[in-house]
T-cell receptor
Framework: DTGVSQDPRHKITKRGQNVTFRCDPI?????LYWYRQTLGQGPEFLTY????????KSRLLSDRFSAERPKGSFSTLEIQRTEQGDSAMYLC??????????????FGPGTRLTVL | QQQVKQSPQSLIVQKGGISIINCAYE??????FPWYQQFPGKGPALLIA?????SEKKEGRFTISFNKSAKQFSLHIMDSQPGDSATYFC???????????FGTGTSLTVIP
């Protein structure tokens, strides 16, 4: 399977703990995106990378959220001092962006976070 | 502020019928409009997408109709099947900004 993969698929944690999620994009894709999806809502954009550069991070929900893509391949999303309101599905997507052409985003299966 | 408004919230259709989901947007800078299908516990999967230079795009049983002047676009599922039962999201983006703005989703149920 050469699609976007995410790990873990499910994470249960206690309030106040830190959590880290990993995303492996489709191998030739240069852009990687993180979204959050709460129940009954559409995905909400958080941040994205082009190669290793984080081009947009103003939409991260608070300074407790951070993301990295150190070598332009996989990415991690960390949430520090988790709160119950952080419980959601965290989705990763990737795309092959060019100046001209389609920029379809392909989504992974998501990581479902539950904060107790 | 919801950049993309989607309706209806839920839809029940008989097998073989036509399912229609509508979306509206305000930002005229949007230039890419995809539809995604999502099954429970899965990530969204691209279904079909359109750019504003065409008014309609068809792929199999799925058709997007696009009305640039009204800033509206819709998904038509012909000959709906029980396997189409899922949540459908419209989205919009602009190449300059790149992030996708999603609608709130439509839960489609196709009854046999």
């Amino acid at each position: 399977d050469t699609g976007v993969s995410q790990d873990p698929r499910h994470k249960i944690t206690k309030r106040g703990q830190n959590v880290t999620f990993r995303c492996d994009p489709i191998s030739e894709h240069n852009r990687l995106y993180w979204y959050r999806q709460t129940l009954g809502q559409g995905p909400e954009f958080l941040t994205y990378f082009q190669n290793e550069a984080q081009l947009e991070k103003s939409r991260l929900l608070s300074d407790r959220f951070s993301a990295e893509r150190p070598k332009g391949s996989f990415s991690t999303l960390e949430i520090q001092r988790t709160e119950q309101g952080d419980s959601a599905m965290y989705l990763c997507a990737s795309s092959f962006w060019r100046v001209i052409g389609e920029d379809t985003q392909y989504f992974g299966p998501g990581t479902r976070l539950t904060v107790l | 502020q919801q950049q993309v408004k989607q309706s209806p919230q839920s839809l029940i259709v008989q097998k073989g019928g036509i399912s229609i989901i509508n979306c509206a947007y305000e930002n005229t800078a949007f230039d890419y409009f995809p539809w995604y299908q999502q099954f429970p516990g899965k990530g969204p999967a691209l279904l079909i997408a359109i750019r504003p230079d065409v008014s309609e795009k068809k792929e199999g049983r799925f058709t997007i109709s696009f009305n640039k002047s009204a800033k509206q676009f819709s998904l038509h599922i012909m000959d709906s099947q029980p396997g189409d039962s899922a949540t459908y999201f419209c989205a919009a983006s602009m190449r300059a900004g790149n992030q996708f703005y999603f609608g709130t989703g439509t839960s489609l149920t196709v009854i046999p």
